[in-house]
C-alpha cells in the first residue's frame, strides 16, 4: 500500500515511528512555505490542503493521511485513510464519565468539537459504560496548547521546559475531572512518552495503543518505501536532529 503524507514543519512526521513497523510504501511532502500551517484560517488552509492532496495523488498513493481537521472534513472521500476517526472510536469507547478533553489550538479545538458533538449522537455505548449510571451524554473540554508546536522544532523531548508546559495544560482536564484525552493534532505525539508520565488518571492513547493500524494496514505483500519532497525553503527543518531521526 502507497501512503501518503503531508507536512509543513512536524506536525506529522511523528506517524513514522509507527507507520514503519507495517512496511508500507510512504510518500511524504515537505512545504515550508506556510509553516505553521495550523495557524492559518481554515480558507487559507483548504487552499494547500487541496494542492497537497493533488500532488499526492499524482504519485500514485493509495490513501493520503491528512491532519485530523481534514480528515474529517474529507471523510467521504475515497482516499482518505481514516486514522484520527478509529482515535475517535477507541477514546469514546474508553471514557466512563462522558467527559473528553480536547487539545491543541483553537481553530482546530472549535472544528473538531463540532464535528464530535454530531458524531456521538449515533454512537453506541459499550456494555461497560451503560453499567455506569451517571453516563448520560458526552461533554466535550478543550484547552489551548498550540504554543507546544514551536517547542518541537527548538527544544529537546527531555527539556525541563516542557515537562513543566505539559504538567501544567494537563491539570485544565483534572480539574474538569475528564477521564480521558484527545488530540487535534499528531504534533502531540512528539511527546507522548511524557503525557503519559504525567497524565495521572487521564486515559490518553499512545500510538502503541492503536490496535486498529493492523486491520488498516497489515498485508504480506507490503514492501517498506520511504520518499520525500519538498518545496520551500525546508533547510530549517531539514537540518533539524529530529527530522533526521524521523526520516531515517
Same mark, same amino acid.
Given at each position: 500500500?502507497?501512503?501518503?503524507?503531508?507536512?509543513?514543519?512536524?506536525?506529522?512526521?511523528?506517524? @513514522? +515511528?509507527? @507507520?514503519?513497523?507495517?512496511?508500507?510504501?510512504?510518500?511524504?511532502?515537505?512545504?515550508?512555505?506556510?509553516?505553521?500551517?495550523?495557524?492559518?484560517? $481554515?480558507?487559507?488552509?483548504?487552499?494547500?490542503?487541496?494542492?497537497?492532496?493533488?500532488?499526492?495523488?499524482?504519485?500514485?498513493?493509495? !490513501?493520503?493521511? @491528512?491532519?485530523?481537521?481534514?480528515?474529517? *472534513?474529507? @471523510? +467521504?472521500?475515497?482516499?482518505?485513510?481514516?486514522?484520527?476517526?478509529?482515535?475517535?472510536?477507541?477514546?469514546?469507547?474508553?471514557?466512563?464519565?462522558?467527559?473528553?478533553?480536547?487539545?491543541? =489550538?483553537?481553530?482546530?479545538?472549535?472544528?473538531?468539537? =463540532?464535528?464530535?458533538?454530531?458524531?456521538?449522537?449515533?454512537?453506541?455505548?459499550?456494555?461497560?459504560?451503560?453499567?455506569?449510571?451517571?453516563?448520560?451524554?458526552? +461533554?466535550?473540554?478543550? #484547552?489551548? $496548547?498550540?504554543?507546544? +508546536?514551536?517547542?518541537?522544532?527548538?527544544?529537546? *523531548?527531555?527539556?525541563?521546559?516542557?515537562?513543566?508546559? $505539559?504538567?501544567?495544560?494537563?491539570?485544565?482536564?483534572?480539574?474538569?475531572?475528564?477521564?480521558?484525552?484527545?488530540?487535534?493534532?499528531?504534533?502531540?505525539? /512528539?511527546?507522548? /512518552?511524557?503525557?503519559?508520565? #504525567?497524565?495521572? !488518571?487521564? /486515559?490518553?492513547?499512545?500510538? *502503541?495503543?492503536?490496535?486498529?493500524?493492523?486491520?488498516?494496514?497489515?498485508?504480506?505483500? =507490503? !514492501?517498506?518505501?520511504?520518499?520525500?519532497?519538498?518545496?520551500?525553503?525546508?533547510?530549517?527543518?531539514?537540518?533539524?536532529? !529530529?527530522?533526521?531521526?524521523?526520516? #531515517?
Amino acid at each position: 500500500m502507497r501512503v501518503g503524507i503531508f507536512t509543513s514543519g512536524l506536525e506529522n512526521l511523528s506517524l @513514522l +515511528k509507527i @507507520l514503519k513497523q507495517y512496511n508500507l510504501e510512504i510518500v511524504v511532502y515537505i512545504n515550508q512555505d506556510c509553516w505553521p500551517l495550523e495557524d492559518k484560517s $481554515i480558507d487559507f488552509q483548504r487552499k494547500y490542503v487541496e494542492e497537497w492532496i493533488k500532488f499526492l495523488l499524482s504519485k500514485k498513493v493509495d !490513501k493520503i493521511i @491528512l491532519h485530523p481537521l481534514w480528515e474529517i *472534513k474529507f @471523510l +467521504k472521500e475515497d482516499f482518505i485513510l481514516p486514522l484520527y476517526r478509529n482515535i475517535i472510536d477507541q477514546t469514546l469507547k474508553y471514557s466512563i464519565v462522558w467527559k473528553i478533553g480536547l487539545f491543541w =489550538n483553537e481553530i482546530d479545538l472549535s472544528e473538531v468539537k =463540532n464535528f464530535l458533538e454530531n458524531y456521538v449522537k449515533t454512537y453506541h455505548p459499550t456494555d461497560r459504560q451503560k453499567k455506569n449510571k451517571k453516563f448520560w451524554d458526552f +461533554k466535550f473540554y478543550t #484547552k489551548d $496548547i498550540s504554543v507546544w +508546536k514551536y517547542n518541537t522544532v527548538v527544544l529537546g *523531548k527531555r527539556n525541563w521546559m516542557i515537562r513543566k508546559l $505539559i504538567k501544567t495544560d494537563l491539570r485544565y482536564f483534572f480539574d474538569c475531572n475528564v477521564d480521558s484525552i484527545l488530540p487535534t493534532t499528531y504534533d502531540v505525539y /512528539h511527546f507522548e /512518552h511524557i503525557i503519559n508520565q #504525567k497524565k495521572k !488518571k487521564l /486515559h490518553f492513547q499512545r500510538m *502503541k495503543d492503536w490496535k486498529f493500524l493492523e486491520d488498516l494496514f497489515w498485508s504480506p505483500e =507490503n !514492501k517498506y518505501s520511504l520518499e520525500v519532497y519538498t518545496q520551500g525553503n525546508t533547510n530549517l527543518f531539514l537540518n533539524n536532529k !529530529k527530522w533526521q531521526v524521523f526520516l #531515517k
